[in-house]
């Protein structure tokens, strides 16, 4: 196991103990709640499929 204290979130760039690994990406819980109660209408989404798009840039470049 690594011994880190925590990850930094890719949402909010915050480090935190807990929340959502996606391969070697990180998302806070806070930010989670936050995105699955985000509405397509909502004026946040489009900032938060931005910032998890990076994820797969990264991944596909
Ligand atoms: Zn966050």
Redesign the pocket.
């Known amino acids: 196991m690594e011994e880190r204290l925590g990850n930094y979130?890719i949402?909010?760039g915050?480090e935190?103990l807990e929340g959502l690994r996606i391969i070697d990406e990180f998302?806070?819980e806070?930010?989670e709640v936050e995105m699955v109660r985000t509405e397509v209408q909502d004026e946040k989404y489009p900032f938060f499929i931005h910032q998890l798009k990076r994820i797969w840039v990264q991944k596909n470049a």
Do not use: A, E, G
């Open positions: 979130c949402i909010c915050q935190k998302i806070c806070s930010c």
